[in-house]
């Protein structure tokens, strides 16, 4: 018996433990306002197990103490004291908590706008699409559903939406924010250190609110450079025959209708620009991982995926299939 109850207590502190770790957690924080959210958290799970813990142990006190024969009017007297020490204190607690939330929010506010990388996101049914931004405003990289940023550097993320309210939240960076018709949020972030982060559609929208991930690749300085000059370059062009088959279907088909690749003449602007598809770790914004056999899933039966996506199906014969599939694994 004794053993057994050390066994579960010890599963649940390892699970309590575990539980408090992970790539989409707020209380595994990466960044300094994810930092000061979860400190304020902490702060207010602390106070609150106290508090309940003395009302507790006085709740256990009153029902046993042992009963004086105090005349009524004394014993008046002392409830009205206890009532009101007991209202004084919950003031003082309230007040306390009050005071650390301001201060919590002055923290969030605190980054500079001044030398922040600027970068658009506009959710939409049920994707994120990305927008890098000079310092004038001038846009100069577009890619969808995966975020990267330097670490150290602050971030302004300024939020837009095509259709209806999202959230945007990556829990290990910062706390939600919405992303609302004809209105422009702005959110400052800055991650403290590299990682790969998961981000969520915090706001009911539609069908597949819960399939409207994305991710936040937080890398060092160099680094992301590094992608960004990559990213800022048109698409590779086709190495072998198969992928040049592929790129003339992709052109030629219902594909080019919605999406763009840089260096052909596929310009849609209904879904995700796909100019390096290949060097994003997910597909259909953190759905699935981008390999050959879910890309293949996707392409011929998105609905069975992602009910309700614009994307429709596709019937292309087996060899065009592949050799598309090869194209698309070529845009790194
Ligand atoms: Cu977008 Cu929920």
New binding site residues.
């Given amino acids: 018996m004794a053993r057994a109850l050390r066994d579960a207590s010890l599963t649940f502190a390892l699970l309590l433990v575990a539980g408090c770790r992970g790539d989409q957690h707020s209380l595994d924080p990466a960044g300094h306002q994810a930092d000061a959210i979860a400190r304020h958290w902490w702060f207010f799970l602390i106070v609150s197990t106290v508090v309940y813990v003395l009302v507790a142990v006085a709740l256990v006190w009153a029902l046993f103490r042992r009963k004086r024969n105090a005349d009524q009017r004394e014993h008046d007297r002392h409830s009205m004291r206890v009532i009101g020490l007991s209202v004084g204190i919950t003031v003082v607690v309230v007040f306390v908590f009050l005071v650390h939330a301001v201060w919590t929010n002055r923290t969030l506010g605190a980054l500079p706008e001044r030398d922040a990388i600027r970068i658009e996101v506009t959710?939409q049914q049920?994707w994120w699409h990305v927008l890098y931004k000079d310092a004038s405003g001038s846009p100069y990289l577009t890619t969808a559903n995966e975020i990267h940023i330097p670490v150290g550097v602050p971030v302004k993320i300024e939020l837009l939406s095509r259709d209806v309210i999202?959230?945007f939240w990556v829990p290990n960076l910062h706390g939600k924010i919405d992303l609302i018709p004809g209105h422009r949020n702005a959110l400052m972030l800055r991650a403290d250190r590299a990682g790969v982060f998961r981000g969520q559609?915090a706001?009911?929208?539609g069908l597949q609110?819960a399939l409207?991930g994305f991710l936040v690749v937080a890398q060092p300085r160099d680094e992301w450079e590094r992608w960004l000059r990559a990213q800022q370059q048109p698409s590779a062009p086709p190495q072998t025959a198969e992928q040049a088959r592929g790129r003339e279907l992709f052109v030629s088909s219902q594909c080019a209708v919605c999406h763009t690749v840089r260096g052909t003449t596929a310009f849609g602007h209904t879904g995700p620009d796909l100019t390096h598809l290949a060097s994003r770790r997910t597909i259909a914004a953190a759905t699935l991982p981008n390999r050959r056999g879910h890309l293949g899933g996707w392409i011929s039966d998105p609905q069975n995926i992602k009910a309700g996506t614009l994307m429709p199906p596709s019937d292309f014969g087996s060899e065009d299939f592949k050799a598309l599939l090869s194209y698309l694994e070529s845009l790194r």
Avoid: L, T
Wanted: proline letters at 0%.
């Fill in positions: 959710g049920w999202h959230s559609c706001e009911f929208c609110h409207m």
